[in-house]
């Protein structure tokens, strides 16, 4: 067939055992502070504080997925400030609703 | 890096000729694209997060709980099954298997994504099923999950919908329909654009093409996909 001879054209190149290693650590990383917010789940009561660690977990975790799963922390640093900035807008916009939503429960 | 190209005096980087930003065309549009899908289920969360503070919050003790319209319910007593151990309490156990679910076809997409840029066909294809197939079954654990919560305790007040809801108050479930709901579709979408690229991995495209590119594409909204999960699972399941 005719790109049956195209096949053989590309080489291919041995896997490089180190980096494959770094991303079966980084999925291990994932999974372990994943069962660490099992593990608080049932042994914390509700509460702020109890919040505030899931939440900072939860960064943890977005931000090995978004460094180092979608190489962002390897960008050049344009690309990688142009996508963080903007989240900033978020951050606000989560403070100043949740804020709005304890005002209007506090109302009823 | 490939980009500090030396630029004449009086020239920047910008002035055209090379990317400013590393990528490709198509990876930057991506990315922005991704930025911009970040907003909406940002959104969506933000919305989810003030009402449900505009609600009370249970105070009392997790083991005297009982689901009533008087304030939000707590997690760990709305999802507790899961298949085949019918009427067994395991609070959150399911949940968490999705949850490792995803995070393994995570990995498998990047294993995917490095044989791409050895040209390692082979591997692109294994890794490729393999994400494929954890896309399936974390979608196949979803439905679960839906009817579970749809039919609940049976009976014509048993479960949720969008009228009427068991758990807790009326948004309690319409956040749960719409928001799992669309981040179940970009899984499903996910899936299809998976099967995309292992078909045209299949066929030889990319080894004619000359790069494995659209792997990394993909891959890029499949982690996506993944993080968006990440923030469900702690607003929806945790908090």
Known sequence: MAHGEEHAQVTVIPPNKEKIKKLWTVAGILGFVTAVEFLIAFTMHHGPLKTSIFIGLTIVKAAYIVGEFMHLRYEVKVLFWSILIPMIFVVWMLVAFVYEGIAISDVR | ?239
């Open chain 2, 1 to 239: 890096m490939a980009h500090t190209t030396a630029t004449t005096p009086g020239r920047s980087e910008w002035d055209g000729g090379v990317s400013p930003m590393g990528v490709s065309y198509g990876k930057l549009m991506m990315w922005f694209f991704l930025l911009s899908d970040a907003f909406t289920f940002s959104a969506l969360l933000v919305t989810y997060g003030m009402v449900r503070s505009s609600h009370q919050a249970y105070t009392g003790a997790v083991d005297a709980f009982t689901f009533s319209q008087a304030y939000w319910p707590i997690p760990e007593k709305v999802y507790e099954a899961i298949p085949f151990f019918h009427g067994v309490e395991m609070p959150l156990v399911f949940v968490g298997i999705m949850t490792f679910i995803l995070i393994m076809s995570s990995v498998t997409m990047v294993l995917a994504v490095e044989a791409g840029h050895r040209m390692d066909r082979k591997a692109v294809e294994k890794w490729m099923l393999w994400t494929i197939l954890g896309g399936i079954a974390f979608l196949s654990c979803q439905a679960w999950e839906w009817t579970h919560f749809i039919v609940g305790s049976g009976g014509p007040n048993g479960g949720a919908n969008l009228a009427h809801n068991e758990y807790g108050p009326p948004d309690f479930a319409a956040f749960f329909f719409f928001i799992t709901g669309f981040h179940g579709f970009h899984v499903f979408s996910g899936v299809c654009l998976n099967f995309l690229i292992y078909y045209n991995t299949v066929m030889g495209t990319y080894d004619r093409r000359g790069h494995y590119e659209m792997v990394e594409k993909v891959g890029l909204y499949w982690h996506f996909v993944d993080l968006v999960w990440v923030f469900v699972f702690t607003f929806f399941y945790l908090v």
